[in-house]
T-cell receptor, first 113, second 111 residues
C-alpha cells in the first residue's frame, strides 16, 4: 500500500531534550516536506526537499533541522525543543514538484513541557 | 505582504445544497492551485488541482474555478451530503518548490 509513515504518532517531551520525528514514503517520490499545523494558523511549511541531499527552508524553519540522505526518508530534528514547538506535525511527499498531489502522513502530535 | 485567505467562518449548509468555499490570495503567482480535505486528527487528502491557465476543473460532485486576475479560487460541492463535512484547505503551488496552505474552512452539512 502506498503510504507516508510518521513516527511517533504522539510524543510528550521536556524543553531542551533533542528529538527526531521520522518520515518514510514507499512511493519513490522525489519531493518531501514537513508542515506544522496550529489552530487558526493552518498548515505552515517547515522544510522541503526536492531530492536526495537537496533541502530548503519553508516558511517557519527556525528551531528545526532536516536531512535527506535517502530518497525514502526525511527525518525532522528538534535539537532543543521549546514549548512554542508544541504542535501537530505532518510529513508529505509528492512524486515531484509542480502540479502533483501531496500525500500526507498520519501526523505526529508533539507536546513540549 | 503575501497572504492566502479562506472563508474565515465555518460554513453550515443543508444536505442536497451546493457548498461554495472561497480561497483568495495576494502577492503570489501560483503555477497551480490545489484543494484538500482534512478530517479531525487526520492528514489532508488531495481532491483537485487546477493550472494557472485553466478556468475550471470538475471531478464528480466537485468543481474548482481559478481566476488569476481576481486572485481567487472557488470550490463547489454540489448535492452535498453529511459525509462531506470536514475542513477544506486550498494550497498555492508556487514556482520554486513551495506549497503554501490556507487556514482552511470548516464545512458542516446537516441532514
Amino acid at each position: 500500500e502506498a503510504q507516508v509513515t510518521q513516527n511517533p504518532r504522539y510524543l510528550i517531551t521536556v524543553t531542551g531534550k533533542k528529538l527526531t520525528v521520522t518520515c518514510s514514503q514507499n512511493m519513490n517520490h522525489e519531493y518531501m516536506s514537513w508542515y506544522r499545523q496550529d489552530p487558526g494558523l493552518g498548515l505552515r511549511q517547515i522544510y522541503y526537499s526536492m531530492n536526495v541531499e537537496v533541502t530548503d527552508k519553508g516558511d517557519v524553519p527556525e528551531g528545526y533541522k532536516v536531512s535527506r540522505k535517502e530518497k525514502r526518508n526525511f527525518p525532522l530534528i528538534l535539537e532543543s525543543p521549546s514549548p512554542n514547538q508544541t504542535s501537530l506535525y505532518f510529513c508529505a511527499s509528492n512524486v515531484d514538484r509542480y502540479g502533483t498531489e501531496a500525500f500526507f502522513g498520519q501526523g505526529t502530535r508533539l507536546t513540549v513541557v | 505582504s503575501q497572504k492566502i485567505e479562506q472563508n474565515s467562518e465555518a460554513l453550515n449548509i443543508q444536505e442536497g445544497k451546493t457548498a461554495t468555499l472561497t480561497c483568495n490570495y495576494t502577492n503570489y503567482s501560483p503555477a497551480y492551485l490545489q484543494w484538500y480535505r482534512q478530517d479531525p486528527g487526520r492528514g489532508p487528502v488531495f481532491l483537485l488541482l487546477i493550472r494557472e491557465n485553466e478556468k475550471e476543473k470538475r471531478k464528480e460532485r466537485l468543481k474548482v474555478t481559478f481566476d488569476t486576475t481576481l486572485k481567487q479560487s472557488l470550490f463547489h460541492i454540489t448535492a452535498s451530503q453529511p459525509a462531506d463535512s470536514a475542513t477544506y484547505l486550498c494550497a498555492l503551488d508556487l514556482w520554486g518548490g513551495k506549497l503554501i496552505f490556507g487556514q482552511g474552512t470548516e464545512l458542516s452539512v446537516k441532514p
